[in-house]
Structures are given as C-alpha cells and as structure tokens.
C-alpha cells in the first residue's frame, strides 16, 4: 500500500470516528431537549432541563446498582455502613475494558458483563440470607432441596396463596435484577466511552488507591479490606464449591464405607448400658453460645450449676463436654443423622443417601443390644419415613402424642409434656425390655415466642393444664432487643425441665444424654460464634460414668472451657467404643 492510500486509510478512519462521536453527540442532545431559550418558549427549555435531570438521575442510580453489586459484603454480620466504602477493583478493570474495545464489542461486552453481574449479585443475596440463618454461604449444588422446605414454611404460615405469591415475586426479582443490572452496566459503558479521558483519568487514580490500600491492607471494617475484590472472590468460591459439590457423593460414599461396627453381634454392643433405660434428648438451639457467651451464660450457667447440684443431692452424677455440629442456625436432622450414625451430614444430598442405606445408627444398635427404641417427635405432623432407617420400634409424633393443650409458636407442645409422655406411655410399663428412647425437645425452637412454664408433673395429663400458656403458631417474634432474652429463658426453661424430670422419675437405670444440636443464628450468638454444642451424661450408676472417665469430661453439667472438644460425628464410635463392642 502507498503512503498516499495509507493516508487515506487514516483520515477516512477519523472522518468515521468524528462522525460516529458527533452522532453520539447529537442523538445524546436530542434526547435531552434543546438549550434553555432555544424552544418555541420558556417551557420547551424547561423540558429540556427536565430530561437531562432524569438522565442524570438514571445513570447514577445504575452507578449505586453496580457498585452495590461489586462491594456488597456476602456475610450477614458485615453488613454495616463502613463496609460500603470501598474501590473494587473490577469496576476499575471494568472501564479500562470499555476504553480498549471496539464499539460494538464493547456493547456485547457490556450487556454480558451486566448479567454476569446481576446473576452474582442474585448469588450475594442468598449467601446473606443463608448466613443470616444457617451461618454458611447457599451451595449452588446441595441446596436447592432445601427450596421446598422454604416454600413449605410460607404455605403454613401465609396460606398456600401467600406461597405462590412469595414464589412468583422471588422469581420476577431475579430476572429483574439480571436485567436491570445489565441495563445499567450498558448505560455506564456508553457514558464512559463518551467521556473517554475522564473515565481514563479516573479509573487510573482509583486503580493507584485501590493498589495502595491492598497494600497496606486497608479496612474500616474487620474483614471487609478498603481494596475490594469481592465479586471475584464470590466468582471463584462458588466456582469452587460447585466442584466440590459434584463430587461430594463420591467422598460421602468412600467415608460411608468404613463402618467398623457394622458387623458386631448384638451379645457384643453396649454391654456397659445392658438393663439400662437410655434418654438421648436433643435440645434445640442449644449452644455453646447460651453457656460462655456474656449476655447468657450468667444466668444460664447457674441454671447449669443449681441443677448439677439438684442432681447431686438426688443421687445422680454427670459429666459434660463440647461436640461440633454439622450445622448451625437450622437444619436440625442434620446433626442428628451425624450424631447417630457417625457420618458428617451437613447437607441434604447426604441426608437423603445416609436413610436411604444400611448404616448402623445408635438406635440400630441399640435394638440389636435386645432394647426397646423408641422416638419422640413432636415437630413431627406428618408420615415419617426416614424412623424406618434409624430403626425405631415406635414412633411417636405431633399426631399421636395425645397433647390437647396449645401450641406454643414453632413448639406443637411443651418439652414437659413430651418427657412426660414417655414416662408413662414407655417408661412405666411392667416386664418390659429396657428402652432407648430419641427425643427433640423443641421449646426452645425460634421465634422464641412463646414459652412454657413448668407444673407439677402429675398434673401434666393430655396437656390442658398448659392453656393459657401458648400463643399459637402465629404468634409474632420478640420485637427489638427482647427476642435474646426470650432465647435465654427458652434455654432456661428446657435445662430445669430434664433437671426435674430426673428428679422426679430418675432411677438406678436411667441414663440421660442431652446435647444441642446446632448454634442458634447470629441474629441471637452474634458474629463468629462457631457450631459448638454441649453435651451431658447423666446417671445414677457410677459404673456408667466410669466408662467415659477418660474422655476428661468435666464434672457436672457444664462444661470446662478447656474440656475436649469432638465433632459430632466422632460420638457414636467412642460412645460404642466405651460401652462394649
């Protein structure tokens, strides 16, 4: 090619160029109307005026959108106003982009980048709310079994309307906020190819404070850095867990393979607990929060040492220790499927292949030992399948019970009616075998709502010396600062019902394990609280203490701060281990 031809290349390519910006110019002030005088009349200019302020305000609403989306912290407990001051690092990579691309890659680029963005950010907000709730981020993977639950919970509480409802909406904003924020990313690229050197000059500076402070390791926030990358790292943890997800049955199976009692006969298990009644109560929300931390364990530990001492007096001793659960927040069937059958489950895809196999669960064992083993579920109201797995002889649940007295919020009936009944529907018999029997005391389930009081427990009956007591399903959640105090004294209230129901019922064969089964949410243990639960072993028989005596677990109900701490699913093994087998 000639010089004369290149050169013509060049000025027809900036004639092109000129062009296309004075386009951009004139639709830009088409759009916003003509100059102020320049119309018919007065009003015409104010017209204009108008549609500039409009699309002022447009563009910086899709600007506080995408920022949002970029330096909006995944976790719940983050988000305070100090974590929004932020510079992310991929708006800044964002606008360098713009500024390099062709034109009409740079309107694919962006339109595609928008919703990429919008489906991250969609991803943000279900992290917040599962953290908020189960302290952990959602799993695209292991989750969405848990959607129907969710469905279920606002079927019951707003009518099957208000379900359809609340599904509709939440499907609307998701493909809102796709679109929107894809829209927005478009408007914010077409202005800063616009304003060219501007977006240059200022993505440059931004790109010298976002490296300095990544440097220095700026935060206003602990745990939020001033240098954000959170979309990114959102990105790739995700990325991540999807893998890890995908081959989750796999490394369940290989760990689901390796059973060393699976094959014990049952003249060989439990030999140490032969002609005992066995009680493992699980205690919801019952944390090693309400035991250590300061705004509950005054109160809480002296329930916990007025009742060691109360147990004392009546005979009994009792060691307690630390176990980690597999869950925290909700998801109660998760920690007992991991305390009883010695697997970690701490997701819905491992749940359902744990009931869907042959694995050894403490009950099993127990029943194969020659005892009786029963369940007492009153959160139960409806068919059960999964007690078939765990091997129960009797199940009972909300609709068998016999309770006639109220509901006490999430609580179908008192943890005192539920240990009652198994007193006198099990434990009372003559000529029976001994009994295991597995049992959820719920009253201490949130929204903390609506507690009971203890009675006198021959006045328990079917439950209706508990009128007046309950609030129904219905009732709302303690306002402000009053719902950790309702959690305190639900906690309360649970702990002096088994310190009772010992005293009161409690024999040369009982043995009674209560443990929590998950960390409430961090709405009542704050940020960081971890998934420790306590655990208790109570009996008259020092023989049944002196089988544990080397797992160093503190005396009385209340566990040392220094006392071992075990994953949950480490109990059935140790606990087979130390009593024959």
């Given at each position: ?503 009161t019922y409690g024999n040369d064969r009982t043995v009674l394990i209560f443990l929590g089964d998950h960390q409430p949410a961090p709405l009542i243990t704050g940020a960081g609280a971890g998934r420790d639960v306590p655990i208790t072993i109570v009996a008259k028989d020092e023989a049944?203490l002196d089988k544990i005596s080397g797992w160093n677990w503190q005396d009385g109900l209340r566990p040392g701060e220094d006392t071992p701490v075990w994953p949950m699913s480490a109990f059935r093994d140790r606990f087979l281990t130390a009593f024959g087998g």
């Amino acid at each position: 090619m000639s010089r004369s031809r290149r050169g013509n290349r060049a000025w027809e390519d900036e004639l092109t160029t000129d062009s296309r910006v004075e386009r951009e110019t004139e639709e830009e002030a088409a759009a916003a109307g003509p100059e102020p005088g320049t119309g018919p009349d007065t009003g015409t200019g104010r017209t204009g005026r108008g549609r500039r302020v409009a699309a002022r305000a447009v563009t910086g609403a899709a600007f506080l959108l995408v920022l949002a989306a970029l330096i909006t912290p995944a976790e719940y407990a983050l988000l305070t106003p100090e974590a929004f001051v932020r510079v992310p690092i991929e708006g800044v990579l964002g606008v360098a982009l713009v500024l390099v691309v062709p034109d009409r890659a740079r309107r694919w680029a962006a339109g595609a980048a928008g919703a990429v963005l919008g489906l991250l950010f969609v991803l943000k907000a279900l992290d917040i709310g599962f953290d908020a709730v189960l302290v952990r981020p959602f799993d695209l993977v292991l989750d969405w079994p848990l959607l129907a639950p969710a469905v279920e919970f606002v079927s019951e509480s707003a009518g099957r309307a208000g379900a359809v409802a609340a599904v509709a909406v939440t499907v609307l904003l998701t493909v809102g906020v796709i679109a929107l924020m894809s829209l927005s990313v478009l408007r914010l690229s077409r202005v800063a190819a616009r304003h060219d050197r501007t977006a240059a000059r200022a993505a440059a500076v931004l790109g010298v404070v976002w490296l300095v402070c990544a440097v220095l390791g700026a935060q206003l926030v602990d745990g939020v850095p001033v240098a954000s990358r959170s979309a990114a790292v959102l990105a790739y943890d995700h990325a991540r867990a999807v893998r890890a997800g995908l081959n989750d049955r796999e490394e369940f199976a290989k760990a689901a393979a390796v059973d060393r009692f699976r094959d014990t006969p049952g003249d060989k298990l439990l030999t140490g607990l032969r002609g005992k009644d066995v009680v493992l109560a699980f205690v919801e929300s019952y944390g090693r929060s309400a035991v250590e931390s300061p705004q509950y364990a005054p109160q809480v530990g002296a329930v916990l040492d007025r009742g060691s001492q109360r147990l004392r007096d009546a005979g009994f001793a009792s060691r307690s220790g630390w176990l980690t659960s597999s869950t925290a927040g909700g998801g109660s069937w998760l920690a007992h499927a991991t305390l009883l059958s010695g697997l970690w489950i701490d997701n819905q895809q491992r749940y359902r292949t744990l009931v869907h196999s042959d694995r050894l669960t403490l009950n099993t064992a127990f029943r194969r030992a020659d005892a009786r083993t029963v369940a007492l579920m009153p959160a139960i109201t409806r068919a059960w399948p999964e007690g078939r797995f765990y091997g129960y002889d009797k199940v009972y649940d909300d609709r068998n019970l016999g309770y006639r007295g109220p509901r006490f919020s999430f609580a179908t009936m008192p943890d005192q009616y539920t240990l009652s009944t198994l007193q006198h529907t099990e434990l009372e018999k003559k000529d029976r075998p001994p009994v295991m029997a597995e049992t959820a005391l719920v009253s201490s389930h949130a929204p903390w709502a609506s507690i009971p009081r203890l009675v006198p427990w021959d006045q328990v009956g079917d439950g209706s010396v508990f009128t007046g007591m309950g609030k129904g399903y219905d009732a709302p959640w303690p306002a402000g600062g009053r719902i950790r105090g309702e959690y305190r004294k639900s906690i309360e209230y649970t702990l002096n019902t088994l310190v009772s129901y010992v005293e009161t019922y409690g024999n040369d064969r009982t043995v009674l394990i209560f443990l929590g089964d998950h960390q409430p949410a961090p709405l009542i243990t704050g940020a960081g609280a971890g998934r420790d639960v306590p655990i208790t072993i109570v009996a008259k028989d020092e023989a049944v203490l002196d089988k544990i005596s080397g797992w160093n677990w503190q005396d009385g109900l209340r566990p040392g701060e220094d006392t071992p701490v075990w994953p949950m699913s480490a109990f059935r093994d140790r606990f087979l281990t130390a009593f024959g087998g």
